[in-house]
């Protein structure tokens, strides 16, 4: 079954400080990962999109690693400032054209002053 | 400058009395998606577009269905709302169905059920 499994479910940190945080997936054939930001009340924002042959990539502060071997995903970010609360979404793409786009549950990141 | 707009941001509604939920976009994309998203739950996908080919998903209730008249518009459109269609509803869009296309969303409709 394709499942994208995200920890931890939520996380507090201060700001200024670095955190990382996991995605796991169980989704075959693999086609793409990404991990979006959404605010409270908003859509979900495109922060990166990894393929196979990927295994890092950055958006600013951002940077995101794929380890195609173990199905594991993380997004670190680095020096927090308190407009990263937010909740990051793992999103892992199955298949070719009509195959799935399996959504993680989300990380609900606080960043305390 | 936003791309996918959804209107009204917030809906309330009586439960059974029929409510309709809109998205247009200006990114020309082909492709435009419908989420239900409940309360610190995943997006679930509801259907989708390609052009005009619409691809409804195994478990989406018949009580939702969808229209697209043309490629900036799309609406969903929920027959007999229960309480448990209370949720936000977001909007996406693709310039292709190809799985390596990021998704742009809309900023959602929540909807209340009375």
């Known amino acids: 079954k394709n499942q994208v499994e995200q920890s931890p479910q939520s996380l507090i940190i201060l700001e200024g400080k670095n955190c990382t945080l996991q995605c796991n997936y169980t989704v075959s054939p693999f086609s793409n990962l990404r991990w979006y930001k959404q605010d409270t009340g908003r859509g979900p924002v495109s922060l990166t999109i990894m393929t196979f042959s990927e295994n890092t990539k950055s958006n600013g502060r951002y940077t995101a690693t794929l380890d195609a071997d173990t199905k594991q995903s993380s997004l670190h970010i680095t020096a927090s400032q308190l407009s990263d609360s937010a909740s990051y979404i793992c999103?892992?793409?199955?298949?070719?054209?009509?195959?799935?786009?399996?959504f993680g549950k989300g990380t609900r990141l606080h960043i305390l002053p | 400058d936003a791309m996918v707009i959804q209107n009204p941001r917030y809906q309330v509604t009586q439960f059974g009395k029929p409510v309709t939920l809109s998205c247009s976009q200006t990114?020309?994309?082909?492709?435009m998606y419908w989420y239900q998203q409940k309360s610190s739950q995943a997006p679930k996908l509801l259907f989708h577009y390609y052009d005009k080919d619409f691809n409804n998903e195994a478990d989406t209730p018949d009580n939702f269905q969808s229209r697209r008249p043309n490629t900036s518009f799309c609406f969903l459109d929920i027959r007999s709302p229960g309480l448990g269609d209370a949720a936000m509803y977001l909007c996406a869009t693709s310039s292709d169905r190809a799985l390596n296309q990021p998704q742009h969303f809309g900023d959602g409709t929540r909807l209340s059920i009375l």
């Open positions: 990114l020309n994309h082909n492709v």
């Open positions: 999103v892992v793409s199955a298949g070719n054209r009509d195959d799935k786009i399996i």
